[in-house]
C-alpha cells in the first residue's frame, strides 16, 4: 500500500499533486494553512512549518509508515545578494533544502525496509539555469539536485527512487509574487519562455504520479525540466 505525503498541500502546485495522488494510496498531506489542508479530504495532515519545527513533520513520517515523499513546500526571495541578511540567508535554505533533506532522513529507514520507496522533489528551473536576483533561491534549488543524484545512488539496491521536477514559471502566489518582484512584465517573460506559455500545475502533478507508478521504477536520480522550453540548449 502506498503511504503517500505531499508537503506543502494547501495551495499551488502541491494542491494540484495532492488531489492527482489521492486516488493512488493513503494520502497524507502538510503545509501551515489548516482550513486549506482540511479541505483536501486526506487520510490525515500535519500542520508544521518546515523551516522552524520539522521534527514535527518527521515524527509524522515516521507514524505513518511514508513510502512516497513528495517534497513540493518551498519559498522564493527576491533580491540582490548584497542585500541579502544572514536570516533570509538560512531560512530560505531550511526550507527549500534542509528539511527536505532532513524529511528524506525519516522516510529512509521504512522505505528501506520494505525495499521500496517514491522520493520526488520539487526543484526549479532556476536551480539549473541560475536566475539573477535569486541566488538564493536557485542555490536551494540546484542542492536538491545534487541531493537527489546521491540518494538515487545511495539507495537504488533497495528499490527506492529519487528524482527532481523543476518547473518553469507557474502561475501561482509563489509565481506571480516572483513575476511582480522581478524587473520584467508578465509579457515579456512569456516572451523568453519558448512555447510561449506557463506550465501548469496539473503538468507536474500527472508527471509526478508517473514517476511514483511502477513503470518509472527505472528512472531514478533525474533532473526533469518541465519548463515550456526554457533550458532547452544548456
Ligand atoms: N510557481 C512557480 O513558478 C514555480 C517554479 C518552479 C518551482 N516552483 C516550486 O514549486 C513548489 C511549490 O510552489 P508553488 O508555486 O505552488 O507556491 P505556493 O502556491 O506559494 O505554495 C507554496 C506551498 O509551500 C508551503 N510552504 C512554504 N513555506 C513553508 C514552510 N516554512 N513550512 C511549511 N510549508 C511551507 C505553503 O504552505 P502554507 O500556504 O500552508 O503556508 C504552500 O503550501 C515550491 O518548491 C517552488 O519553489 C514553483
Keep these: 500500500m502506498l503511504n503517500i505525503l505531499v508537503t506543502g498541500a494547501s495551495k499551488g502546485i502541491g494542491r494540484k499533486i495532492a488531489e492527482e495522488l489521492k486516488t493512488c494510496g493513503n494520502l497524507f498531506v502538510t503545509g501551515r494553512n489548516k482550513d486549506a489542508l482540511s479541505s483536501i479530504g486526506a487520510k490525515d ?15 509524522f513520517i515516521v507514524k505513518n509508515n511514508i513510502n512516497v515523499l513528495v517534497n513540493n513546500a518551498g519559498e522564493y526571495i527576491y533580491g540582490a545578494i548584497d542585500k ?26 521504512y522505505m528501506k525496509e520494505q525495499k521500496f520507496g ?19 533561491y536557485s542555490s536551494s534549488k540546484a542542492g536538491l539536485m545534487g541531493l537527489t543524484k546521491a540518494l538515487a545512488l545511495e539507495l537504488a539496491e533497495f528499490n527506492i527512487t529519487v528524482n527532481t521536477i523543476n518547473p518553469g514559471w507557474v502561475e501561482t502566489n509563489l509565481g506571480n509574487d516572483s513575476i511582480e518582484q522581478s524587473e520584467f512584465t508578465k509579457e515579456e517573460i512569456l516572451d523568453c519562455i519558448p512555447q510561449k506559455r506557463f506550465v501548469t500545475p496539473d503538468e507536474i502533478a500527472k508527471l509526478a504520479k508517473y514517476l511514483i507508478s511502477d513503470d518509472a521504477r527505472g528512472i531514478t536520480g533525474q533532473g526533469i525540466n518541465l519548463c515550456a522550453g526554457l533550458s532547452v540548449g544548456i
Design 45 to 59: 495532515y500535519c500542520i508544521c512549518d518546515i523551516a522552524n519545527t520539522p521534527e514535527i513533520l518527521g515524527d
Design 84 to 109: 541579502m541578511t544572514i536570516e533570509e540567508i538560512q531560512k530560505i535554505h531550511k526550507t527549500n533544502l534542509i528539511a527536505p533533506a532532513y524529511l528524506i532522513s525519516r522516510a529512509v529507514p
Design 118 to 136: 517514491r522520493i520526488i522533489n520539487i526543484g526549479s528551473i532556476s536551480g539549473v539555469m541560475g536566475e539573477a536576483n535569486a541566488s538564493l
